[in-house]
């Protein structure tokens, strides 16, 4: 019987009325060549019958007691396709604005937790007779890797779909009876100070690495000490989504030119869009903007697409600096200490909090921030900037071309901007998830970046000449 890991647990308890903890990614499609065009009925055919390949896809929720440990994950007898795929119009004329407004709607709308943590809306009406997809997954399912991975069992590397056979998944047990559900609350309460002692010294092992860092000359970033920005205040629930893309070559061309990675020019491209946009408003802070970075701590050994496997760095973005050739340096130089010491901690970390103590716990620790209004005393982070590896070659959903994927990650604590990216063949691709009552007019950052990336590009030749 599975249960829900420790880090996975801390997405699922530390939800709030305003802290949506799904991941998300819209994919459009052009079902022009699709016979009959896009077939929602046939889309759902597939995914149902590919679920054997992503089990979670079919596992849903049992809880422990008073929350006193982490939830099995049980199959859903019950499992019916249709209480998760649905279809819906986009409001006329159908271009990114109205767009950008309804999957900000339904992003803005949790996961119903009776069901397994997932659903699909199939957005039709939209100019140019595209058909836009959105996927949401609850994060304690998985993360953005491993979501890349489960897509590539959904869609097909040709317009020709194959229905597997009918296979219902057999790695989940059906429910847990009332006795052994007391019993897991009850062996969570005797083991607890275990727990908490070792969690204590893991935590004494991280703190004597990070103190090594502190006396250095340039100490990293450390929680709270991002400056307050318009990216930052007391979250709603209302979501807002934005898109855009770059070319892949040209963004491996000004990584070639400056001598970087290419991590480093997505957050470089990310950091001057969003300096335009500070400066726009006369709100630029005097110090850097600090993103935090999710990275992939999956290995070969791990199972694809089962729970979480993430960490996450702070990364200065120099935003206080004009040039963008030396922004770049700066950030390179900043996202490759951020890496050392996420490595040095990740290292002395043993036991997650999650781990250590109580579910019901964790969502009380959440719900106490957001009723102290820490949110609007300090920052963090001042937003989230993930990038996903997708694949190089083009994708087919029920016979339709996938032309675009515009992930899009969770917003918490304070942090009103979350920008995702995936590359797609020869495009990086760039979705924007704000609360718009937080950041205003967030689409000027987003028609910023390919401006911030030509920024980079104009730069090159004179900064690589002068070193």
Known sequence: MPRVSGPDAAFLYGETPSWHMHVSALLVVDPKDAPGGFDTELFKRIIERRLHRAPQFRWKLQHVPLGLERPSLVDDAAFDIDHHVHRIGCPSPGGPAELGELVGTLSSLKIDRTRPLWEIWVIEGLQGGEVAILAKIHHSIIDGVAAAEVAMLLFDPTPDPVLDEAVTSGEADTEVSVRDLVGDAVRAVVSTPARLTRLARSLARQGSALLGYLGRPDPPSLPFSAPMSLTNGRLTPERRFDATDISLADAKAVKDAYGVTLNDVILAVCAGALRHWLISHGA??????????????????????????????????????????????????????????????????????????????????????????????????NLIVSNIPGPPTPLFVAGAELLSVFPMGPLLMGGGLNITVMSYCDSIDFGLLSCPDVVPDAWTISDAIPFALKELADAAPLHAASR
């Open 284 to 381: 630029l802070p005097g110090d850097p903007l600090v993103a935090q970075v999710p990275v992939s701590t999956r290995t070969t050994h791990d199972r694809q697409g089962d729970g979480t496997r993430v960490s996450n760095m702070s990364v200065p973005l120099a935003t206080e600096i004009d040039d963008p050739a030396e922004r770049l340096y700066a950030i390179h130089a900043g996202a490759r200490y951020a890496k050392e010491v996420r490595s040095a901690l990740s290292e002395t970390k043993t036991v997650h909090i999650t781990e250590a103590v109580s579910p019901a716990l964790v969502n009380l620790a959440a719900r106490a921030y957001r009723a102290g209004q820490i949110e609007n005393r300090g920052a963090p982070f």
